[in-house]
């Protein structure tokens, strides 16, 4: 039906129209200012109301909306919630928590009339520095997949369109808008593209945003292998594709890409396209890329009659946000059960920058206009814990000169740190006496443009090793415990300092609730059952992605398009380790990590008993079972991971990859539950260049269920008699030879 007044609609639009349409229509100067239904959103397709088509409106991203809070003229806020950012939110495992993290998004852009939200983003955290990391979900695939697949569906369930993103391979910040990612098939097919097939199978999102960098020396927005043979072809996906702001060097190659909607729309596009129509430019390219474009707009809400009440359920969401931030709450330390704090550890002294001024999420797109964020010191009066008030004095007069002192960036940037303070011992000292335990907080702040640097962000600064000593001492001389909170959108590193301190808690960037969610843990109200969705090397070039990262120079004059690309900036990024990212690559290689993959603690402890699968594979899919009893004193919830080790074969292969993951409900003591796991085809393949095809040696599988990729408790096994084999068409082919590294 749809379909019909879709192709009504093109059938009656003129060529500049169409060209129109398949261009944004622009971002204002000032981005916070743009006038659209929307201000703020990110962009939005063009209006012919003539016609009847209205127009959609984009606005990012994985967080929350991302709206301005204020309007010219209004008296009236639009502020929106702030949710922990992405890495927080998988390290939950829990599909049902993020479905539920959607929705609430989701109402909220429909009630503020956003059409298309511009996330989940879900490239893999392939190095700790990437500046986005916070904005991604994991270094593994199949978790990314899921994760976004439960966000989708939650997003769309309110009838607003999700955006999966970037598409692909887009794991570097420097040189982002000509970066070439050079990688071979298999690890595109097996790790960058893999979670974005999940997520298209498992959720059908409305969009897809094509990434900025180039693969293999072509732009990702211009590729017809990855926008149609691969995306739609291959993978059946039915919405839109849209670029990246501003990506790309032809916007012709985009549209004839497949690349529906260039986004934000330039003057410059308009020009382009309008001058190549019949020429570079068929117009059944176009035809085809406007169709698409029409469907998606005549499905959205406003489309559809809705009207956005401008007043979306705030309390309730900041409610889902304290859950996520509590439930992906990562406990990496606790030495002598410093966890939870017992009712005589109330008086607390809290230490560093971040506790007085929590980080609720990353800068750039990823960024959320939230009304308030809950620091720490916050969270914990609420929860009645007694805050040291000179040592909150001190901070917050050092924060303040230190907010005089730091120079203005962009907003899109993140802000200089403040500097840590540093106290004088006799205070340390005294404040050891007067509290019963010590909480330091670490901060990261990263976003857009920029990848961290490795000194002063992936390692500590001076001054903050300086504070975990002088308070570790202080405090552990009078018998007193020290708790490290890590307000961090990715790894740092831990190995040096760990062992100085007795608990050691991740909150991430927690969104607007964080200092609540953060007290949730530490007083034992929530039991943490966050796990880790990427490895922690304990030094940075244990990865096999620091070697190369982030790229170098090609050689070769690159026109990056509207920001210059100094001279000598990196342009070509190689992905030498192939399929080797994070614990695939730290147990082939057998380097140790400083926690693992999947690694995290609970207050209580859980037993993996009776793992039963059928002997051999039979059909499309064979269920896993195993028994999960809570065998400690405390009620909490385990993840089960499954690993699964492949026969030998053609293929080198990791010991063990993740190949399916379930989360129990909350077991009270002695309580148990049978989870129940689903081991598929494409489980057991891996993609074999030679072949250009998925493929499954015959064999022995050995399924491994346990709480990291280091700790696994239950084994059982199958056979596979006979081989699968899946072909693909060819795609995105390598210009030259890529040596990889090998087990
Ligand atoms: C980011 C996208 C974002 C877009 C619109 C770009 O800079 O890479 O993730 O959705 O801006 O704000």
Request: proline share 5%; hydrophobic share 40%; net charge negative.
């Amino acid at each position: 039906m749809s379909d019909d007044r879709a192709r009504g609609l093109l059938a009656r639009l003129t060529v500049q129209q169409k060209v129109a349409l398949v261009c944004g229509t622009g971002m204002s100067r000032d981005f916070l200012g743009w006038g659209g239904r929307v201000p703020g959103a990110a962009g939005a397709t063009l209006e012919l109301p003539e016609l009847g088509l209205p127009e959609s409106v984009h606005a990012d991203g994985p967080a929350g909306v991302r709206i301005a809070p204020t309007r010219d003229g209004d008296d009236r806020t639009f502020y929106a919630t702030a949710f922990p950012v992405a890495t927080a939110l998988s390290c939950s495992w829990d599909v049902e928590l993020l479905e539920s993290v959607g929705r609430a998004m989701g109402e909220e852009a429909l009630e503020y009339g956003v059409d298309f939200l511009l996330g989940p983003a879900m490239n893999i955290h392939r190095n700790p520095l990437t500046g986005r990391n916070f904005e991604y979900l994991s270094e593994d695939p199949l978790l990314s997949g899921r994760a976004a697949a439960a966000l989708v569906r939650g997003i769309q369930s309110t009838g607003v369109a999700a955006t999966i993103k970037h598409f692909a391979a887009n794991n570097t910040e420097t040189s982002r808008f000509v970066l070439d990612t050079v990688v071979s098939a298999r690890a595109l097919r097996e790790i960058y593209l893999r979670g974005f097939e999940i997520a298209i199978s498992e959720a059908s999102p409305g969009a897809v945003m094509s990434a900025y960098n180039r693969i293999n020396g072509q732009y990702a927005s211009q590729s017809v292998d990855l926008l149609e043979t691969i995306l739609r072809e291959d993978w059946g996906f039915e919405g839109i594709v849209m670029t990246d702001w501003f990506s790309g060097d032809s916007a012709v190659e985009q549209v004839v890409a497949g690349n529906d909607l260039l986004m934000p729309g330039t003057q410059g596009q308009l020009d382009e396209l309008n001058g190549e129509i019949g020429r570079s430019l068929p117009m059944e390219a176009l035809d085809r890329n406007v169709l698409r474009i029409i469907e998606s707009v005549l499905a959205t809400p406003f489309a559809r009659g809705h009207n956005a009440s401008e007043a979306p359920d705030l309390p309730a969401h900041a409610a889902v946000a304290r859950r996520a931030g509590a439930e992906g709450t990562v406990l990496l330390a606790n030495r002598d059960a410093t966890l939870p704090l017992s009712p005589d550890d109330q008086r607390i002294a809290a230490f560093g920058n971040t506790s007085y001024d929590l980080i609720s999420g990353g800068t750039g797109s990823g960024d959320v206009n939230e009304a308030y964020t809950v620091s720490l010191v916050e969270g914990l009066r609420a929860a009645g814990l007694d805050v040291d008030a000179e040592v909150e004095a001190r901070y917050l007069a050092h924060l303040e000169s230190e907010r005089e002192r730091i120079p203005e960036r962009p907003w899109f940037l993140p802000q200089e740190r403040p500097v840590e303070l540093g106290l004088d011992q006799s205070l340390i000292e005294a404040k050891a006496d007067e509290s019963d335990t010590a909480l330091i907080t670490i901060g990261r702040l990263s976003g857009e443009f920029e990848d961290r640097k490795l000194d002063d962000d992936f390692l500590l600064a001076d001054t903050e090793v300086d504070l975990i000593d002088r308070v570790s001492r202080a405090f552990h001389a009078v018998g007193k415990k020290v708790v490290v909170v890590l307000n961090i959108g990715n790894v740092i590193e831990m190995a040096s300092w760990r062992d100085r301190v007795d608990a050691i808690v991740v909150p991430w960037q927690g969104g607007q609730e964080a200092g609540h969610a953060i007290a949730d843990v530490l007083t034992g109200k929530t039991n943490p059952s966050g796990r880790l969705v990427t490895t922690i090397p304990i030094r940075y070039e244990d990865l096999a992605a620091a070697r190369n990262f982030p790229g170098v120079e090609s050689g070769e004059e690159v026109d990056q398009g509207w920001v210059p690309l100094p001279k000598g900036r990196p342009a070509v990024i190689t992905y030498e380790e192939g399929i080797y990212v994070g614990y695939r690559y730290m147990d082939a290689f057998g380097v140790d990590p400083a926690y693992a993959f999947g690694f995290g603690l609970s207050y209580t402890t859980f037993e993996y008993r009776n793992a039963s699968s059928p002997d051999a594979f039979a059909g499309d899919e064979i269920e896993v079972t195993v028994e999960i009893e809570n065998v400690g004193e405390t009620a909490g919830r385990e993840v089960v991971q499954l690993y699964l080790a492949a026969p030998d074969g053609t293929l080198d292969k990791p010991p063990v990859e993740l190949r399916g993951f379930g989360k129990t409900a909350e077991l009270v003591p002695g309580q148990k539950e049978i989870v129940r796991l689903i081991v598929d085809r494409r489980s057991l393949m891996s993609f074999d260049e030679s072949k250009n095809a998925w493929v499954a040696d015959p064999g022995t599988y050995t399924v491994h269920l346990g709480s990291s990729s280091r700790d696994l408790h239950a084994m059982v096994t199958f056979e596979l008699d006979h081989p699968f084999e899946m072909t693909v068409r060819p795609a995105l082919p390598l210009r030259q030879p890529l040596e990889e590294i090998r087990p």
